[in-house]
């Protein structure tokens, strides 16, 4: 979704979004029942617990470097290919609520497009991409999360659609 303004390269080269640390662990993505199944035949271990209609992952432990690795990821990538979560397809954007109205957020952890003009980064959205964003969170309210503090807000939405 993002591949005009982000190389496959890059991501496949950094993967950062694809583990967390306890401050990032809200961050980890939504997935649908069919993707936690296609997760379990892989990685049987992978726990998920529901939350408004989607399934996001059951943290228990951290590894000993402190962080909780997403159980889609393999060595080669995600196992998910063209099916990975909706939020993981649009990261580093991220869609939030702040005081009652959405918005999108960029994430700072994203060395490739944090480093971006602001003028691009809005741009995109702009050209539409917001508008699929606003009209996916609509009927899978599960992938807006509240407002994180230190999340810059690039843009809200014109009005509430729900
Ligand atoms: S679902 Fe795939 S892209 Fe998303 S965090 Fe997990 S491994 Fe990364």
């Not at 991409?129 to 014109?158: C, N, Q, S, W």
């Amino acid at each position: 979704m993002l591949k005009k303004i982000l190389k496959g390269e890059s991501c496949a080269a950094c993967r950062l979004c694809c583990v967390f640390d306890r401050y990032d662990v809200w961050e980890t993505p939504v997935f649908t029942a069919e993707t936690c199944e296609r997760i379990r035949d892989v990685k049987p271990d992978a726990q998920f617990v529901s939350k408004d209609g989607g399934f996001i992952s059951r943290v228990t432990e951290f590894g000993d470097d402190g962080l909780f690795t997403c159980p889609a990821l393999t060595p080669t990538g995600c196992m998910l290919g063209n099916d990975k979560p909706f939020d993981c397809r649009i990261w580093p954007y991220r869609i939030m609520e702040i005081g009652g109205r959405r918005a999108i957020a960029i994430a700072s952890i994203c060395p490739e497009l944090y480093e971006r003009p602001l003028s691009q980064l809005v741009g995109f959205l702009q050209e539409g991409l917001a508008d699929t964003i606003f009209a996916y969170a609509d009927a899978h309210p599960e992938i807006v999360k509240p407002y994180y503090e230190g999340y810059p807000v690039l843009l809200f939405e014109r009005e509430r659609t729900k």
